[in-house]
């Protein structure tokens, strides 16, 4: 074979060990030679005997030096990608149906490191967030495909000024890279809302066209939220709990309560199906929005209204145990707490403290469905910390669901990073 003009780096046996696991990360630490590199670079790997492993991206800054892509060479990378993101898109196309907003490309889980994709019904949103996926070629790639694949109104590239920093990729603000339109009103669930319009009309939205309309005329009962890409606030619902809205919506019942409410994701699926729904979360923007769905979904809670709380949520919870509320459902959906592993410890017990004062207020027979988005939290880990908490309160705790991320944010077995999202629902006994 001819020498590639490719540039090498060549890794430790530690970063062997890593490669052959099936992680794609190999740690600075673990590359012993890389001759003047540029950044962004696609570069060829071996071992400490020149023996080829695979073709990976390469940082100059992260601390993740090399991401890897294939266990080929690799010589043309936007054309790759593009094939990837065929890949995902096909994908989507098998696990995801009732709803128009769902992840198109969920980074390392769809072998596309450093590339985050959504599609909001006609908006497409998409985040770049490694050196070599910022290439000009590779965005080139990225919306020639999506637009061939899609149709999209409008694709939106959303920027966090921190990861371009972190990456030394110039400065950029978040704007339309292609079409018109950045903002649209999203539309998920009709099953989950009213079971018998389980229609034949609603189906995987996907090819860039509006749902369908039901037999009637009327259009399906799904839930509705406003989206938009380009508004400061990041608007719309959080993808990776549309199956689990879906999933509360079934258990749904009397007056419940959904804490750490953001815009609404939870409490809106709950609404139709319960005498009363409080929201709660600290941010007024978000419950503002929250309102805002609401009277967007107005026909699904039928003249309900959806009382929105801005308050801490540890202090409420506090003293609404105190004053002896009771609650048929609560949902917690509070915010990472452990973003490093050294946070474990302080995050296993906001958790536990959540849950416990969740717990006091449920009424016997009561729902609790609560969840925990950090990855360093384990699912063991969190399942004993809401089984430490019941035994703290005096209950017993059947296990109804134990749920996850929705297939549309895929969990690689050897990449255990993509995993990251807990919801477990229990009952009261
Ligand atoms: N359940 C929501 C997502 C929750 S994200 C959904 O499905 O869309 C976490 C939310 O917690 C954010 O809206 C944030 O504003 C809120 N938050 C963070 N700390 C809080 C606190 N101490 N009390 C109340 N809300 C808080």
């Known amino acids: 074979m001819s020498e590639p003009s490719r540039p090498a780096v060549t890794i430790s046996p530690r970063g062997v060990a890593r490669v052959k696991s099936g992680h794609p990360w190999v740690y600075r630490s ?16 071996a071992d400490a005997r020149g023996k080829f492993l695979g073709t990976a991206l390469y940082s100059s800054s992260s601390q993740i030096a090399i991401r890897m892509i294939a266990r080929e060479e690799v010589s043309d990378l936007p054309a790759l990608v593009a094939e990837r993101i065929r890949a995902a898109i096909a994908y989507r196309k098998q696990v995801v149906s009732d709803t128009d907003a769902y992840r198109l490309v969920f980074s390392e889980a769809d072998f596309l490191p450093g590339l985050i994709i959504d599609r909001y019904n006609d908006v497409i949103s998409l985040q770049i967030l490694t050196q070599a996926m910022d290439a000009e070629p590779v965005r080139g790639a990225v919306i ?192 990472a707490f452990a973003k490093t592993k050294r946070d474990l410890d302080k995050a296993l017990s906001g958790y536990k403290e959540l849950n416990l004062r969740a717990l006091k207020m449920l009424a016997p027979g009561g729902i609790l469905v609560t969840c925990s988005c950090s990855f360093h939290v384990s699912a063991a880990d969190f399942v004993e910390v809401v089984a430490s908490a019941a035994r703290d309160a005096h209950k017993s705790l059947r296990l109804l669901e134990s749920r996850a991320q929705a297939k549309d944010h895929p969990i690689l077995l050897n990449v255990p990073e993509t995993g990251y999202l807990k919801c477990i629902i229990l009952d009261v006994t």
């Open 30 to 45: 673990d590359i012993t030679v890389a001759d003047a590199v540029p950044a962004g670079a696609l570069v060829r790997v």
């Open 144 to 335: 020639a495909t999506l637009v061939e694949e899609l149709e999209p109104a409008g694709i939106v590239e959303r920027v966090d000024p921190r990861i371009r920093e972190l990456e030394q990729l110039p400065a950029r603000d978040s704007a339309l890279l292609w079409g018109k339109k950045s903002s649209t009103i999203i539309s998920m669930n009709a099953a989950a809302v009213v079971p018998q319009v389980r229609a034949r009309s609603v189906r995987a939205n996907l090819g860039g066209k509006a749902l369908e309309e039901t037999p009637n005329g009327l259009p399906p009962s799904s839930v509705r939220f406003y989206y938009d890409a380009l508004e400061g606030q990041k608007t719309g619902a959080f993808l990776d709990q549309r199956e689990n809205y879906a999933t509360a919506a079934r258990y749904a019942r009397g007056q419940a309560l959904d804490v750490f409410c953001y815009q609404g994701g939870f409490a809106l699926h709950l609404a139709p199906h319960c005498a009363s729904v409080t929201g709660v979360d600290s941010s007024r923007p978000a419950l503002e929005m929250a309102d805002k769905n609401a009277a967007l979904n107005g026909q699904l809670s039928s003249g309900k209204e959806i009382e929105w709380i801005e308050a801490n949520a540890f202090d409420l919870l506090r003293d609404y145990a105190a004053a002896a509320r009771r609650y048929d459902m609560v949902v917690l959906d509070p915010p």
